[in-house]
């Protein structure tokens, strides 16, 4: 049986500074990656509660209505303007 010849193949490298420089910008990408990730998530948590926030503004808002009806409400000291006056 003959033997093969195995063809010995050079590994080429990039030099140690210049994969520390490479690994250092990977190592703050994943970082800033993941704090994106994390602002992402408390941007989902904080829109469902606004989600919550208005549903309760628009309960008010009604309960509000069905007793003084269309009127517009002065948020600073709470008097009232009939909308029909508005206009």
């Known amino acids: 049986?003959?033997?093969?010849?195995?063809?010995?193949?050079?590994?080429?490298?990039?030099?140690?500074?210049e994969l520390q420089e490479v690994n250092k910008y990977a190592a703050v990408i994943n970082q800033l990656q993941m704090q994106i990730g994390g602002v992402e998530m408390q941007k989902a948590d904080l829109m469902t509660e606004m989600a919550k926030l208005r549903a309760g503004?628009?309960?008010?808002?009604?309960a509000l209505m069905a007793t003084y009806g269309d009127v517009t409400v002065?948020?600073?000291?709470?008097?009232?303007t009939d909308n029909a006056s508005n206009s």
């Open 1 to 17: 049986m003959a033997k093969k010849a195995t063809k010995k193949t050079e590994v080429r490298k990039i030099t140690q500074e």
């Open 57 to 62: 503004m628009q309960e008010v808002q009604n």
């Open 74 to 80: 002065n948020l600073t000291d709470g008097t009232i």
